[in-house]
């Protein structure tokens, strides 16, 4: 309903690009109510690529049964296995708005749920294929500041506490591997989900409430 190749090449382009790599990254336009946005180097998402099959042999990788952020899990987890990424500079992709998609309604907390569960699962499986640790912890500790924006931007809803239960495993992870992370890490993660608020909740405390939850 709102996934669309670019062009009849996009296919064409990417598989031209894998050889000798692990993962091939198109650019992508995204549409939004508001206009057009261009992404090059994206790789956050499923969106515009084409993955190795031998890659994903090597390491047993494969998709949850999970029906919300089961494919950014599969591409975090794709992702942290470190593989060698060739950028194409061609347009791809276009994700074309549409109001009815399910990833254009609004917020629901039961999405943030699944989007917690599939964090959780990812490093699980990361953990258990011996993937570098600090990488594990920076994709971490980049979900709770997200989730934590998410939770200072919606304290006046009423379920708002639900995320301190959905977070405990979570926070608890993070805590046991933060000694990884530089302040200037923290800093450089923090910054990519500025909400533009000031927050009545630090994230400190954010992540005891959690905890101790």
Same mark, same amino acid.
């Given at each position: 309903? !709102?996934?669309?190749?670019?062009?009849?090449? &996009?296919?064409?382009?990417?598989?031209?690009?894998?050889?000798?790599?692990?993962?091939?990254?198109?650019?992508?336009? !995204?549409?939004?109510?508001?206009?057009?946005?261009?992404?090059?180097? #994206?790789?956050?998402?499923? #969106?515009?690529?084409?993955?190795?099959?031998?890659?994903?042999?090597? %390491?047993?990788?494969?998709?949850? !049964? $999970?029906?919300?952020?089961?494919?950014?899990?599969?591409?975090?987890?794709?992702?942290?296995?470190? /593989?060698?990424?060739?950028? *194409?500079?061609?347009?791809?992709?276009?994700?074309?708005?549409?109001?009815?998609?399910? $990833? &254009? $309604?609004?917020?629901?907390?039961?999405?943030?749920?699944?989007?917690?569960?599939?964090?959780?699962?990812?490093?699980?499986?990361? *953990? &258990?294929?011996?993937?570098?640790?600090?990488? +594990?912890?920076? %994709?971490?500790? &980049?979900? +709770?500041? @997200?989730? %934590?924006? *998410?939770?200072?931007?919606?304290?006046?809803?009423?379920? +708002?506490?639900?995320?301190?239960?959905?977070?405990?495993?979570?926070?608890?992870?993070?805590?046991?591997?933060?000694?990884?992370?530089?302040?200037?890490?923290?800093?450089?993660? @923090?910054?990519?989900? !500025?909400?533009?608020?000031? /927050?009545?909740?630090?994230?400190?405390?954010?992540?005891?409430?959690?905890?101790?939850?």
């Amino acid at each position: 309903s !709102d996934d669309l190749l670019y062009n009849k090449f &996009s296919i064409e382009k990417l598989y031209n690009s894998i050889s000798g790599y692990d993962l091939a990254v198109g650019a992508i336009i !995204d549409e939004r109510e508001e206009g057009y946005y261009y992404f090059q180097n #994206h790789v956050g998402c499923l #969106h515009g690529k084409l993955y190795s099959r031998e890659f994903i042999n090597k %390491y047993n990788l494969k998709f949850n !049964d $999970t029906r919300s952020n089961e494919d950014n899990s599969f591409n975090r987890l794709y992702l942290l296995g470190q /593989p060698r990424i060739a950028y *194409v500079n061609d347009e791809v992709y276009l994700y074309k708005y549409n109001v009815n998609s399910l $990833t &254009s $309604t609004s917020f629901k907390f039961d999405d943030l749920k699944w989007y917690i569960y599939n964090v959780n699962w990812c490093i699980e499986n990361a *953990v &258990s294929r011996n993937f570098d640790m600090y990488l +594990i912890i920076r %994709y971490v500790f &980049s979900s +709770i500041v @997200y989730i %934590y924006n *998410v939770y200072v931007c919606n304290l006046n809803n009423k379920r +708002i506490n639900l995320i301190l239960d959905w977070m405990n495993e979570l926070v608890i992870f993070y805590e046991k591997y933060a000694y990884l992370l530089s302040s200037n890490d923290k800093l450089e993660l @923090y910054r990519e989900y !500025d909400c533009n608020i000031i /927050p009545d909740v630090s994230l400190n405390e954010f992540l005891k409430i959690c905890k101790d939850n």
